[in-house]
């Protein structure tokens, strides 16, 4: 078992930067893919960002590319998204995710474990 946890999001004005955090626990952090997901209200979870295990590869969402950064610290089993000139769309609860397994990909149903989510409203 992979335990993750989220931290860093909240209330934030259009505009704005968040930096979202995911800790992890339970296994060798660096053994897997990290990602980023988000579900708004009435819609369904969708991709947002996604590092590999050693950071050679960062994916992003075509509409977040450009604003929201991925990164990772295998040191503090850690990784981050670093969101900036947020959009009151972007309002939604992120959840980190962990992949084992060799093959790349957006699709949230090759992800293995996810932590609980956290809030972040953008308002207008």
């Known amino acids: 078992q992979v335990q993750l946890v989220e931290s860093g999001g909240g209330l934030v004005q259009a505009g704005g930067s968040l930096r979202l955090s995911c800790s992890a626990s339970?296994?060798?952090?660096?053994?897997?893919?990290m990602g980023w997901f988000r579900q708004a209200p009435g819609k369904m979870r969708e991709f947002v960002a996604l590092?590999?295990?050693?950071?050679?590869?960062?994916n992003y969402a075509d509409i977040v590319k450009g604003r929201f950064t991925i990164s990772r610290d295998n040191l503090k089993n850690t990784t981050y998204l670093q969101m900036n000139s947020l959009k009151p769309e972007d309002t939604a609860v992120y959840y980190c995710?962990?992949?084992?397994?060799?093959?790349?990909?957006?699709?949230?149903?090759?992800?293995?474990?996810w932590g609980q989510g956290t809030q972040v409203t953008v308002s207008s």
């Open positions: 339970g296994r060798t952090f660096s053994r897997y893919d």
């Open positions: 995710a962990a992949k084992s397994g060799i093959r790349l990909t957006t699709d949230m149903r090759e992800y293995d474990y």
């Open positions: 590092i590999t295990r050693l950071a050679t590869t960062t």
